[in-house]
């Protein structure tokens, strides 16, 4: 069996569309600027549309364009340093923390989330919901799971839902002794739910940082945080601590 030698590849018509494409978001068109509709931009480069929305696909992946809901492709700002490094070892909610609490409830856990804390799929868990917000705008949307037996001292009962029963939850997690933490990183698509606090489109690409808050030799909560792929830099600190994910 043969073999493929990449330099005989040909480049795909939507690569080279997208350079000529990025050229052109330098030299005639502004941050925030809408662009013309598919049929004017494909009519402009002389391609066809199927090959022009990949090229655009590829340009929103790399934070060039923004898809807004009700408004169209628009030119995107420059991306966004969202420090991520797990230097600072503090529970969600300590510190100089970004993040807003929205919303918290007690639902079933999921069952790859259910591995991370070595947990049964099903069991009722704490869900926090919050927003990280950076120079005004929501850059990522954030799921919370803490086990019932890391915030022994919350009581379901009497305590509201909203932000205040968020804010119990997290004031309960930061009695434990936090021993450590570990991240890793992955592209995904934006789910529904995260798409809309976000003002993304559903499917549209996303980074999934996750993070295990580990105490007393056991996983206490895991942190599944979806940040906008188009407006989001990620930066890791100088400790060198990125893990790709497998």
């Not at 947990?119 to 869900?127: A, K, S």
């Not at 002794?177 to 739910?193: N, Y």
Request: proline share 7%; net charge negative; aromatic share 4%.
């Amino acid at each position: 069996m043969g073999t493929t030698q990449l330099e005989t590849v040909p480049e795909p018509k939507y690569w080279h569309l997208k350079t000529v494409i990025g050229e052109a978001l330098d030299s005639d068109f502004a941050v925030g600027e809408i662009l013309p509709n598919e049929r004017d931009l494909a009519a402009r480069f002389g391609v066809a549309r199927a090959t022009l929305r990949q090229a655009l696909e590829q340009l929103e992946l790399e934070g060039r364009l923004q898809r807004r809901r009700g408004v169209g492709t628009t030119v995107a700002p420059p991306r966004v340093g969202v420090d991520v490094s797990t230097t600072q070892h503090t529970w969600p909610g300590v510190g100089e923390d970004t993040w807003q609490s929205v919303d918290s409830a007690t639902d079933a856990v999921p069952p790859a989330v259910a591995r991370l804390l070595d947990i049964e799929p099903g069991q009722q868990v704490h869900i926090v919901r919050r927003l990280r917000v950076t120079e005004g705008q929501p850059v990522a949307a954030e799921l919370l799971y803490v086990p019932s037996g890391s915030v022994p001292g919350l009581s379901a009962a009497g305590v509201p839902s909203g932000p205040a029963r968020a804010g119990g939850v997290l004031r309960e997690l930061q009695r434990l002794a936090l021993d450590g933490q570990d991240r890793s990183v992955e592209l995904g698509s934006a789910r529904a739910d995260d798409a809309k606090e976000l003002d993304r489109l559903p499917g549209a690409p996303v980074l999934v940082v996750t993070t295990r808050y580990l105490s007393e030799g056991r996983t206490a909560a895991v942190s599944l945080a979806t940040y906008r792929a188009d407006t989001c830099r990620l930066t890791f600190g100088d400790s060198g601590d990125l893990v790709m994910a497998s």
